[in-house]
């Protein structure tokens, strides 16, 4: 009998872990050579390729399973069809999320961003924050940042941003089931989903919900407004991020190195299920994985110190390896768990540290720049926004591209901790691979 | 003649590693007695909390095993210390509460799969003592690993357990004599009261090492578990 399409997939994903585990000069072993006595893999990567695989199949006790069984392809395969076959016994739909199937596709039906209106040359900000002249060009790339007026704060940039992708999808307010807001900043209550729900008059009965997750804001939010429209729970959801960093990280409380990478930004999404009128460029979401690197939790810690300043602690080299290392480690998890290649996305939509690390990141992923939206460049780092602005100037590309002629997004961001997520979107018109899909 | 109290006896493939602290005037260090011919010994007759008369050559390993010593007699046992001393010993030699002063440089993760190390000419030292806010063993595919967090809240993650009594541990639970379900009652063991049973102990303390170079990297392991493993609690799972 040939083998299945699970079976095959399953193949492919364990080729491509052993791959990168063992590289390529490496002849691929037979199914049920034992890796570690033939000397294929020793220990040290019998594990590292189990991990490999966990994480790029979701199933994350599959090295468990694996005890006492003989380390081959084989065994793998054997605790991939039980895993499954688990799964579709009654009852156990919830435990492997990644094998459950993605039955009601949730599609970005319009995005928008506003960024603080002030844009400020970064030697202006090298002389306020007392730093040499052109250190921010120099060291970080960064030419100039976007600075909220006087006027502007993350409610008025979060609400320009949603008005104007409730415009662009000819979407009444009333139409909205959720409202789900994330801030690195506004740190006061009503928060800001509450101020954003009055501030849209939207009905009352529109649930508003906070994430946190700082810069991985956006990728929390967008995970949670998908898993509420493909419960059945919700129709439409309306995804904003708003930072204003230029009012909390200011010269004389916090390093220049730090506070002088920050501009002020907002990013809003329209989701909603496949139902409603989407173009032809819509891009539906994929799944979303996530995680915490802890032993880069030193790298950076910003709390509130008792007589009110603002404790910081930031190692900026640490936090750059730690950066650079974990975007290009979930960039790849993300063309495992995908099967995208990385090479046919259209662009992706990532955090900015700074434009010299995204510079690095491409050279590391052996992607062209312009793959990455410029974000930081112009307008700073935007915490929950950056990421977010990157995300909607890839998608106003594809708009502008010939009707299915666009290829599929990645998205990576990190937080503080260091929390770390992944993604993907692909164009409506691969809409058919969700059906039915399995890993 | 030098006094070593053996404060870690270390599985690395059929052989064993080892290392002992030695007295210097007012400082306690670690030192690991090499062969002449090897980094490790076949057989290693002793255990933990012996102490060991034996005679070393002067000079020290090359970065980062700076505290290898070739071995140039037999060992030979003096007395011996109970392991709440051991450990007490073990908080005054080398020790470190944060990732980068663990082995005086960047500890790197493994970007294709699982695992930390540190790049060749950075680590100063290939062995330190630490104290941890949790710890946790796991089984993966036949291999047990570590996950712990430092006191500073770092988090390391898949690291190698090479601590012999531990090691003969586990093989002992999923020894065929032990009757069905092994794996599942160790599981549960290690997920239950192997946990309090570690983290609740007085003298609880790990020490961390670094390979040899492997894929010409030194990459991290626990060496030693404190409070070491009791044969009795076989019987309670």
Known sequence: MAPGKDENRWRGLIEDCFRREAGFQIPMPDSEQDLIETGVLDSMGWVSFLRSLESASGLNELGAQLTAETPSFESILHALRESKAETQSPGAGASHPQLVETRIPVLIASSSVALGSRRIPSVEIDRAFGMTEGKLQHRAGIESLTYASENENELSLGTRAARKALHAAACGVQELDWIIATSETHLSYPSLAAQLHSQLLTRETCGALDVGGACLGLLNGLAVAQSLIASSRARTILVVTADVHSRVFIPGRVAGELGGLFGDGASAFLLRTSGGNASQNAYSLGEFFFGCAGQYAGAIRVAQAANGDLDTHFDGEALSRAAITRLEKVIRETELRSGIALSSVNGVATHQPNPRLLKLLANQLGLPLKRFPKVAETSGNLGSSTCGVALHSVLQTAQDAPAGDCGPIFLASLGPGLLFGGGWLTPCHHLPRYEGRDL | ?237
């Not at chain 2, 003649?1 to 210097?24: N, S, W, Y």
Request: hydrophobic share 40%.
């Open chain 2, 1 to 237: 003649m030098t006094k070593l109290l053996i404060t870690e006896i270390t599985r690395m493939g059929p052989a064993f590693c080892v290392i002992g602290l030695q007295r210097d005037k007012d400082n306690i260090r670690s030192i690991r007695p090499v062969s002449a011919s090897a980094n490790s010994w076949l057989n290693f007759p002793f255990h933990r909390g012996d102490i060991l008369q034996c005679d070393l050559a002067p000079f020290s390993g090359a970065k980062p095993h700076v505290e290898d010593r070739v071995s140039t007699r037999g060992f030979q046992r003096e007395s011996v210390v109970p392991e709440p001393e051991v450990v007490g010993y073990l908080h005054k030699a080398e020790i470190a509460d944060s990732l980068p002063d663990l082995f005086g440089c960047v500890i790197h993760e493994n970007r294709t799969g699982s695992g930390l190390y540190a790049k060749p000419l950075e680590p100063k030292r290939s062995i330190c003592g630490t104290r941890t806010k949790n710890l946790r063993l796991e089984l993966c595919g036949n291999e047990i690993r570590a996950t712990l967090a430092l006191s500073s809240g770092e988090v390391l993650r898949d690291l190698p357990l090479v601590d012999r009594d531990w090691r003969d541990f586990i093989d002992a639970a999923l020894a065929e004599g032990r009757g069905a379900n092994r794996v599942a009652r160790l599981e549960r063991f290690l997920n239950s009261q192997f946990h309090y049973k570690i983290l609740s102990s007085p003298h609880h303390f790990i020490r961390l090492g670094l390979t040899r170079p492997y894929h010409d990297l030194y990459w991290l392991m626990l060496d030693t578990l404190f409070p070491l493993p009791k044969q009795e609690w076989l019987e309670e799972f």
